[in-house]
């Protein structure tokens, strides 16, 4: 008689197999590939110099490209088992490394491009916790 009352099951993306999992969208798997495009191209240009483009700076666009898509990749999808403690001084590393090797293919010296490239992971780093910190809600939180 009340047989009715109970919802209906939810119905989840789990058993129907293909190349996304539950919850990830095709635009949270394309953006590190769209990202890794850009950086790749970026590194090319930065190497070039304005010069003649040569395939020496196509294997480095395609190596640096798929390097920082894969990263991205892997941050984004792990990032939800880690604490923020964890995972913002991950992005900080990923992206100051990142910058400080675009700023080091151009005509910097070695130290302004580590130094530009710590600064940035820094500020990264403090962005990403406070972010995190201030949107996340407490585990142990108890309600009184």
């Known amino acids: 008689m009340a047989a009715h009352a109970a919802p209906a099951p939810r119905r989840t993306s789990a058993g129907r197999g293909g190349m996304f999992h539950a ?7 394309g953006l590190p590939l769209l990202f890794g495009i850009g950086y790749g191209a970026y ?12 395939y020496e700076q196509l294997w480095l666009a395609l ?5 920082f898509a894969a990263v991205m990749y892997v ?11 964890l995972r913002a ?3 900080g590393v990923f992206l100051g490394a990142a910058v400080g090797f675009l700023r080091g293919l151009g ?5 302004r491009s580590v130094g530009f490239g710590l600064v940035i992971g820094a500020a990264v780093t403090v962005v990403t916790y406070y972010w995190w910190y201030t949107h996340e809600e407490r585990a142990d939180t108890n309600s009184t």
């Open 107 to 111: 005509d910097f010296s070695i130290y």
């Open 43 to 54: 590194a090319s240009f930065m190497a070039r110099g304005g010069g003649p483009a040569r």
């Open 75 to 85: 941050l984004l999808f792990t990032q939800h088992r880690m604490k923020r403690e």
């Open 63 to 67: 190596a640096s490209g798929i390097a």
């Open 89 to 91: 001084p991950l992005w």
């Open 23 to 29: 919850g990830q969208s095709p635009l949270a798997m």
